[in-house]
């Protein structure tokens, strides 16, 4: 695959937006049957050591892209309180000086999830949304912007400040950005629908902050939620099938696509869990217009529609598999490939991460990466039977209509 294009001097990533420390007591010895005990008054129950952990997008994007050779500063908020400082511990660890770009505020508390996870159930959150609700365009760093290429934002939805006011935060967040020449990317987190980030009118919230966003890479159930929220009630309350997918359709994801582009998003990327990454890229002229980390072909980025299936692993974890797919499709964007191969590799760094427990200890170094995938790394099957749509036997990717 293509190789680094640019200096590394010249590919700053800057990730911002939800940081917290996951709190995760190990129960794997923890009988089925004891564990629903748990939250019975009086009631004790013996569990193994506890394990602490970055999350939120911060952590898992800027970290899996500071492992891939990308050079990256992380822009979240935290407390001044022993959580806090556990996580800038935590991300020191990776190299000194990591976390200095933190907005520490003593006002607040930092962010943190406590994670039930007894075993051949499913896991309980409990979730303290702390100095993130509290993030906002203030706490972006002119200085730091002015020397990026690109600003990744994440996971609004779970940000007070970001969906409030119709979402004037997040449209300020990202015009800053994009003021200081940046190309702008966002991810998503799907919220609890009774909860108030989960009432807000998304369709009108990325309608205003569409505009600058140059990438826009949520998962196809956050997509579904926020663009077509009957559809989603009608797949995720009625039955199992979205844990299937089989609801996933090529003319379905052209359509949410569609409506994204038209918004005037760049770039549309969907997470399909394990259907793999769909790609959709506006025309010419916008892909020239996408600041710094544009691609190094406009042209050849110009009107794709691509979608690749998975690598096939031994899944062992999904903690943070969308974040890593993400971060490796930036990293080849920076790096100066194809829409083809960032489709590829976006897909492979994801396949990594799940080979561990963590959202982390999977990802390897990107020339490992790809040498992975140059030897023949397998593929799940995917089949798409949608006229226009052809099999590309190479990349072994599907190849949409696209637009024109």
């Known amino acids: 695959m293509a190789g680094d294009q640019h200096k590394d001097t010249n590919r700053d990533a800057i990730v911002a937006g939800h940081i917290c420390l996951d709190i995760l007591p ?31 997008v ?24 022993p959580f806090g400082q556990a996580i ?55 200085d730091l912007l002015a020397k990026g290429r690109l600003f990744h934002f994440g996971y609004p939805p779970v940000m007070r400040q970001m ?37 807000v009118d998304w369709v009108a919230i990325l309608q205003a902050a569409a505009p600058y ?22 797949i995720f309350q009625s039955d199992d ?16 696509s569609d409506q994204l582009l038209d918004m005037g998003v760049k ?12 790609l959709r890229t506006g025309d010419h002229a916008a892909m020239k217009s996408m600041g710094a980390a544009r691609p190094s072909d406009p042209t050849g980025w110009a009107g794709k529609e691509l979608w690749s299936p998975c690598f ?27 829409a083809e191969q960032a489709l590829v590799a976006a897909v492979a760094v994801g396949a990594c991460n799940v080979e561990a427990t963590d959202a982390l200890s999977g990802i390897l170094p990107w020339e490992e990466t790809m040498r992975r995938v140059e030897n023949g790394w397998p593929r799940h099957n995917l089949s798409i039977d949608t006229p226009g749509w052809q099999y590309d036997s190479q990349l072994q990717i599907w190849i949409g209509p696209g637009r024109t």
């Open 88 to 142: 800038r511990q935590i991300v020191d660890s990776f190299q000194p000086g990591l976390s200095d770009d933190m907005t520490v505020d003593d006002a607040v508390s930092t962010s943190y999830t406590i994670i039930i996870n007894p075993p051949g159930v499913d896991r309980i959150f409990l979730h303290c949304p702390g100095a993130n609700d509290t993030f906002s365009a203030d706490d972006l760093h002119d």
């Open 58 to 81: 911060v952590a898992n994007t800027g970290l899996t892209l500071h492992k891939l050779g990308i050079p990256t500063r992380l822009m979240g908020k935290i407390g001044d309180d």
């Open 213 to 234: 966003i140059d990438i826009f890479v949520p998962s196809i159930e956050e997509t579904l939620y926020m663009l077509l929220r009957s559809m989603y009630s009608k």
């Open 312 to 338: 096939q692993v031994e899944v062992v974890g999904t903690t943070g598999a969308g974040d890593a797919t993400i971060a490796g499709l930036l990293s080849a964007l920076l790096r100066g490939m194809s």
């Open 267 to 278: 770039i549309v990327g969907f997470k399909l869990g394990d259907q793999g990454l769909y």
């Open 163 to 199: 969906y409030v006011d119709n979402g004037a935060q997040l449209v300020q967040v990202l015009h800053r950005a994009r003021a200081n020449g940046l190309t702008t990317s966002l991810d998503m987190t799907l919220p609890d629908p009774s909860s108030a980030g989960g009432q």
């Open 26 to 56: 190990d129960m794997s010895g923890v009988p089925q049957d004891e564990w629903r005990t748990l939250f019975r008054p009086g009631s004790l129950l013996n569990t193994g050591p506890v394990h602490f952990a970055p999350g939120g």
């Open 241 to 256: 099938s979205g844990y299937r997918q089989d609801w996933i359709t090529a003319p379905l994801l052209t359509e949410l």
